[in-house]
């Protein structure tokens, strides 16, 4: 069965291009790989970030974990889809394929 949250994380993921959950905010993150990530989705061409604050909302946190069965933050989607972490986004940026996800 689907978290009740789960409609309000699908509302944020699907109504902006690239969304993150993460550890505090795109212009202040509160952990390395939540700044980390968000300057590797800039360096990849995303001119805006919308994100939310796990560390502000443990229920959406709980909701997020069990939509993407991922346990760590920060969680990147791009065009509604969910594409990993940290560490994925920068291989990814690596390889190009982020710079093309994000045209």
Not at 35 to 62: H, N, Y
Not at 69 to 97: A, L
């Amino acid at each position: 069965m689907a978290h009740p949250l789960s409609p309000q994380i699908e509302e944020k993921v699907k109504n902006n291009k690239v969304f993150i959950f993460m550890k505090g905010t795109p212009d202040f993150p509160q952990c390395g790989f939540s700044s980390r990530a968000c300057q590797v989705l800039r360096a990849a061409g995303a001119t805006e970030i919308k994100g939310f604050d796990v560390l502000s909302d443990d229920p959406m946190w709980e909701a997020l974990e069990d939509y993407t069965q991922w346990p760590t933050v920060p969680q990147i989607f791009i065009g509604g889809k969910f594409v990993g972490g940290c560490d994925i986004v920068s291989e990814m940026f690596e390889r190009g394929e982020l710079q093309e996800l994000l045209k």
